[in-house]
Every structure is written in C-alpha cells, then in structure tokens.
C-alpha cells in the first residue's frame, strides 16, 4: 500500500515571499503520478499541479513548481511570490498509474495548512 | 473545462432519514467517480468508488448498505445516506476522473451534512 506523509502540519509566509511545502511517499511501484490539490477555506479541491513519475523535469504552473527526487520519494511543492488568496490547506497526492489495480485512486497525505500574511 | 458541481451544498436532516447527494460532470463524460469524507482540518478519506453502471467498490469500513452509491449515466453518480445519524454529520465531496489520460481527479464543490 501507498503512503503520503506531509510533515509540516501548518505554514506561514509573508506576502510576496517563497514557501516549500514538504511531500515524501512510499511505494513500489514504478509508473505513478503525483498530485498538489489546494483547498481554500470554499472547501472546494482544486488542481494545483501534477508530476508524472516517468519524467525527469520537474512539472511548473506560473508561480507554483515542484521538487521531485524519485529516488528518495520526494515531491515538494514551491510557491513563489506568495499571495493572500494562496491561503489553503494544500494536499499532496500519490495514484497509480494506468494499467494496475487502484488505478485512479488517491492516496492523501494529511495535508498542511499555508497562511499568507499581508 | 472538467467541472464537477455537487448538490445540495448544505443539507441538515433529522435522524433516522435519508439523503441524497448528487454529483455531476457538467462539460465531460466520467466512467468513474469518487466520494469522500473529510472532518474538519483533515484529509480527505475515500469512501467508494463508482463505476458507470457498475456496482460501486467500497473502501474497507465503509457501510455499503448504509451508503447507497448509484451511477447511472456518465455524468451523474449520486450518493445516499440511508437512516442517517449524527455521527454522519460530515462534509461529503465527490470527484470524477478527468477526460485526460493522466488519471487526474475533479472535484465537486462539496456537500456539508447536518444530522440532528
């Protein structure tokens, strides 16, 4: 079975300033995606971004990027400039590739609280 | 695009009854789709998985007779809770696997039941 461990339970950053959040996974298996969902105080889960375990450049929308180390099962989340509506819990998320069974299923880590002061 | 909307977005009911949730993918077709329980300042456990015209898979611990899930056209999976009780007093949310073929989930706006 899968694991996803978020370490850092709550986070706080200045405006305009960079944040890492932390991921580390455990699985054996070789084809696999990876997942950043943000869910604001809406509750609504949005796609931050995602990484797919075959490829070695590490996936980057806008101000978000990731830090992926497949062989130490890492997957960090970096969010530059940091703005007030990026205040959310966010999630890292670990599924199985095509082909396998549990494929389409999410396996959360617990998730770790970002607040960005002004 | 991938929209997934949720309804209703808040229910409380009185114990004893049931409640349907129903989760829709408005501008994509969804052969399988999600639900998930999430308590407050935590993760979100999966319930089951529900397959278009399939019988849903539950996860381990999840009452399947309690929590009736029915996927009956590829853009609607609905979920109810039969004889709700207080303790099913959650925040319900659904999710449909995207028209990609990465797998990538879209979720639903979420369902806050009150059981009184």
């Known amino acids: 079975a899968q694991t996803v461990t978020q370490s850092q339970p709550e986070m706080s950053v200045q405006e305009a300033e960079t944040v890492t959040l932390s991921c580390t996974y455990d699985?054996?298996?070789?084809?696999?995606?990876l997942f950043w969902y943000k869910q604001p105080p809406s509750r609504q889960m949005i796609l931050v971004i995602r990484?797919?375990?075959?490829?070695?450049q590490n996936a980057t929308e806008n101000r978000f990027s990731v830090n992926f180390q497949k062989a130490a099962k890492s997957f960090s989340l970096k969010i530059s400039d940091s703005q007030l509506g990026d205040t959310a819990m966010y999630f890292c998320?670990?599924?199985?590739?095509?082909?396998?069974?549990?494929?389409?299923?999410?396996?959360f880590g617990q998730g770790t609280i970002l607040t960005v002061h002004p | 695009g991938a929209v997934v909307s949720q309804h209703p977005s808040r229910v409380i009911c009185k114990s004893g009854t049931s409640v349907k949730i129903e989760c829709r993918s408005l501008?994509?077709?969804?052969?399988?789709m999600f639900w998930y329980r999430q308590f407050p300042k935590q993760s979100l456990m999966l319930m089951a998985t529900?397959?278009?015209?399939?019988?849903?898979?539950?996860e381990q611990g999840v009452e399947k007779d309690k929590f009736l899930i029915n996927h009956a056209s590829l853009t609607l999976s609905t979920l109810t809770v039969t004889s709700a009780h207080p303790e099913d007093s959650s925040f319900y949310i659904c999710?449909?696997?995207?028209?990609?073929?990465?797998?990538?989930?879209?979720f639903g706006p979420g369902t806050r039941l009150t059981v009184l």
């Open positions: 699985t054996s298996e070789n084809n696999y995606y």
């Open positions: 529900s397959n278009e015209g399939s019988k849903a898979t539950y």
């Open positions: 990484q797919e375990a075959y490829k070695q």
């Open positions: 501008d994509f077709q969804a052969t399988t």
């Open positions: 999710s449909a696997r995207g028209p990609g073929t990465d797998g990538t989930q879209y």
């Open positions: 998320a670990f599924m199985k590739g095509a082909g396998g069974t549990s494929y389409g299923k999410l396996t």
